[in-house]
């Protein structure tokens, strides 16, 4: 079942996204969340880390799970997604940072890494909440458009346009790390609850197709459909063309 909630800007996604986590950390302080890199999660962390600052939040029985990992970099790099979450979220709030995991980038092995990461995932019991964004590919975590879907943590090739999109981040293109470990569709459906979020029109097309379209591993995050508890919280240019096809949202 898929929930969808129209917010009128990044920040408004932002809090209500950030609200969705609230509500599951409080309810279950020792939960599992799998979180999520890119910009799009930002101003939710933001949000968290200011209630976290007025007492309102408490991540000491938390434990999190991250999406994917660029292969080759080391947590101290910062366009490394452990330095990403370090910076974003876990420096600034009292989550115990051993408890919190993202594929070892610096695993040249990637069945090693792999094999481990999926691991983590089944030792700490699975995710309750999911925090995922979405590609203007349609993919999610690194799972790239492809023939098939990889049901665990595999390591993949990105595809041009995902190089291309992540080039904003390194001073030169051939900087941009070509590969990364990503948690596989199955290690993301197995979570209790997914949240999606995604802001700009860049992502209205993508957003469409997953939620509308044919369910496909050419468009990764069009499996969503087949899960059980999805909320999908979006700005309005996001939904821009959902709302074209299909009216507006109530
Ligand atoms: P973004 O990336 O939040 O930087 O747009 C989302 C994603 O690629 O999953």
Redesign the pocket.
């Known amino acids: 079942m898929i929930t969808i909630y129209k917010a009128k800007d990044y920040q408004e996604m932002s809090r209500r996204a950030a609200n969705i986590i609230f509500a599951q950390v409080t309810l279950k302080p020792d939960c599992v969340l799998g979180l ?1 890199t ?4 930002v101003g939710a962390y933001r949000q968290l880390v200011e209630w976290y600052e007025k007492g309102e939040l408490d991540f000491s029985g938390v434990t999190s799970v991250n999406l994917d990992e660029y292969k080759g970099l080391s947590g101290d790099n910062d366009q490394s997604y452990r330095y990403f979450m370090n910076r974003n979220l876990f420096d600034h709030i009292n989550i115990d940072k051993s408890r919190t995991f993202v594929p070892d980038g610096l695993e040249g092995d990637s069945e090693k890494a792999c094999a481990e990461y999926n691991q983590i995932i089944r030792s700490v019991g699975g995710i309750d909440l999911q925090l ?4 203007g590919n349609g ?3 690194f799972n790239e458009p492809a023939e098939a879907f990889e049901p665990e943590t595999h390591c993949v090739d990105l595809t041009e346009s ?1 190089i291309q ?1 992540n080039a904003r981040f390194f001073e030169r293109i051939e900087d941009v790390p070509k590969q990364a470990y990503t948690m596989g569709i199955k290690n993301i459906m197995s979570a209790k609850k997914i949240l999606l979020i995604a802001t700009g029109e860049n ?1 209205a097309e993508a957003l469409y197709q997953s939620l509308y379209g044919k369910i496909t591993p050419k468009v990764p995050a069009s499996i969503l459909q087949l899960h059980k508890d999805v909320t999908v919280v979006a700005d309005e240019a996001a939904l821009s063309r959902i709302i074209k096809e299909r009216g507006e949202l109530v």
């Open positions: 999520a890119g910009s799009t999660p995922l964004g979405i590609g993919h999610i975590g995902t999109a992502k």
